[in-house]
C-alpha cells in the first residue's frame, strides 16, 4: 500500500470514531399523537405545539420523528413499537389518548423506554411503582387534582347535587371515581350517563340526567365530542351551571359549541389563561412567554391546554437530558434511556407552561395546586375565572 493510502487509512480511522460519536450524541425522540380521528382537535394543538420544540435539548443536537396514530389504539401501539425498536428512540413523547397511553406500557418496559404521555389519566402512571409504570411519566395534571378544584367551586357556590354525563372509556371511568372522591358526602351524584366519542345523538343520557334534576351538570369529555351532550342540554331548556373538564381546551369545542358552551365552567392549566392570571402566580412567567411565541405563530387566543403540555414536555426533557449526560451514558443506547428515566423522576422546582413539576419516585406526574386554576367560556374564548 503506497503511503498516501496508509496516511488516508490511519485518517479514516480517526474520523470513523468521532462520526460514530457524532451520531451517538444526537438525541431522538419519538412522537406520538392523534392528529386524525376523533382526537384530531387535541392532536393538531399538540403538533402546532411541537414545531416550537427548539432542535436541541440540553445543548445536543435533537431529531424528532412525529406519528400520527389516527386515535387509533393498535396504532398508536404499532408506532410505539417502530420508534422504540426500529429508530431507537431515547424517550417517547404521547400518546394523548389515555387508552393508547395504557396500551404502551408493555412496550416501554420490554424496550427500556421512557415515555412522556400527553393524556390526562393518573391509571397511566399509578402506581409507579409497577415495573410497566415505572418508565411512564405524563404532562397532563392527573384528574383528581382537576376533580377537587371543581368540588371546590361546587361548594362555594352551595350546590348539593349533581348529574354525571361522561365518556364510556377509562377518562370517563376516571373522572366519575375521581369527581366522586373529591364530592364525598356533601354532594350528591344523581345521576350517572354514559356515551361513545363518536355518538350522533346522547338525547337520551340528557333527558335522564335532567330527570335527576340536578343542581348541576357535570361533562366529562375531551374534544369536540364534549360539545355534543352540552348543545343537548341547553337545546332540551337546562338552566343550571354545566361543568366541563381540562379536556375540553380546543379551539374547535369553541366552535362547536359555540353560544351553547358560553359560561361553562372548567378546571385548566394556568397557561391556557396566561395574561389573565394574578402577577404573583409562579407559573405566570413561564406561562406568558409561551403564549407569547406561541400566538405569534398561530395567532391570537390560539393557545390551549394540549398545546401548554406539549411544549411542557420539551421544558421536561430538556432539564432531564442535561443530567442523564452527566452520568457519561450515551444517547442511542439502553444505559442512556435508563438514566433518562432516573434523571426525569429526580425533576425538582421545573416551571412549565401549565404548573410546577416535582417528580419522584412516588409521583410521576409531579403537578400541586400551581397547576389548576377555575377558567370560565366568556365571548367566545377560554378566561380566567378564580
Known amino acids: 500500500m503506497s503511503s498516501s493510502l496508509l496516511r488516508l487509512a490511519a485518517a479514516a480511522a480517526t474520523i470513523l470514531p468521532m462520526l460514530s460519536w457524532s451520531a451517538r450524541a444526537e ?22 405545539a411541537l414545531r416550537l420544540w ?41 400518546p394523548n389518548i389515555t387508552a393508547s397511553a395504557l396500551a404502551a406500557l408493555d412496550v416501554l418496559a420490554e424496550t427500556g423506554t421512557p415515555m412522556v404521555a400527553l393524556a390526562a389519566s393518573a391509571v397511566i402512571v399509578e402506581p409507579p411503582s409497577d415495573p410497566k409504570r415505572r418508565w411512564a411519566f405524563k404532562m ?7 376533580a377537587t378544584a371543581l368540588v371546590d367551586d361546587m361548594r362555594r357556590k352551595g350546590i348539593k347535587s349533581v348529574a354525571f354525563i361522561g365518556f364510556a372509556d377509562s377518562y370517563g371511568d376516571s373522572w366519575l371515581s375521581e369527581f366522586t372522591k373529591a364530592a364525598g358526602s356533601d354532594i350528591k351524584l344523581v345521576a350517572q350517563e354514559r356515551f361513545q366519542r363518536n355518538d350522533a345523538s346522547v338525547m337520551g343520557q340528557v333527558l335522564k340526567a335532567m330527570a335527576a334534576q340536578p343542581e348541576a351538570i357535570l361533562i366529562a369529555g375531551s374534544g369536540t365530542p364534549a360539545a355534543l351532550p352540552q348543545k343537548t342540554l341547553v337545546q332540551r331548556g337546562y338552566k343550571g351551571p354545566i361543568y366541563q373538564t381540562h379536556g375540553i381546551g380546543t379551539l374547535e369545542f369553541l366552535q362547536v359549541g359555540g ?19 394574578p402577577d404573583d402566580n409562579p407559573v405566570k412567567k413561564v406561562a406568558v412567554e409561551f403564549a407569547d411565541k406561541y400566538e405569534a405563530q398561530y395567532g391570537a387566543n390560539t393557545l390551549t391546554q394540549f398545546a401548554g403540555d406539549a411544549y411542557g414536555a420539551w421544558i ?9 449526560l452527566k452520568t457519561g ?12 428515566r432516573d434523571a426525569l423522576e429526580s425533576t425538582q422546582d421545573l416551571v412549565v407552561p401549565n404548573g410546577v413539576l416535582n417528580i419522584s419516585k412516588t409521583d410521576h406526574q409531579g403537578f400541586d395546586e400551581r397547576a389548576r386554576v377555575m377558567g370560565v367560556i366568556r365571548d367566545g374564548k377560554f378566561s380566567y375565572a378564580r
Do not use: C, H, W
Not at 438525541?27 to 402546532?48: K, L
Not at 436541541?56 to 422504540?84: F, H
Not at 451514558?329 to 433518562?340: C, D, N, Q, V, Y
Open 27 to 48: 438525541v431522538v425522540i419519538g412522537i406520538d399523537v392523534s392528529t386524525t380521528g376523533p382526537a384530531a382537535a387535541i392532536g393538531i394543538q399538540t403538533n402546532n
Open 54 to 94: 427548539p432542535q436541541t435539548l440540553a445543548g445536543q443536537p435533537a431529531r424528532y420523528i412525529v406519528l400520527d396514530d389516527g386515535t387509533d389504539v393498535s396504532r398508536a401501539v404499532k408506532n410505539i413499537r417502530k420508534l422504540t425498536s426500529e429508530d431507537k428512540v431515547d424517550a417517547i413523547v404521547g
Open 140 to 146: 397532563p395534571q392527573n384528574d383528581s387534582l382537576m
Open 259 to 277: 353560544k351553547d358552551v358560553e359560561g361553562t365552567l372548567f378546571p385548566t392549566g394556568p397557561g391556557v389563561v396566561a395574561r389573565e392570571l
Open 316 to 324: 421536561l426533557l430538556d432539564s432531564a437530558v442535561g443530567r442523564a
Open 329 to 340: 451514558a450515551k444517547p442511542g443506547t439502553p444505559e442512556f434511556r435508563a438514566a433518562l
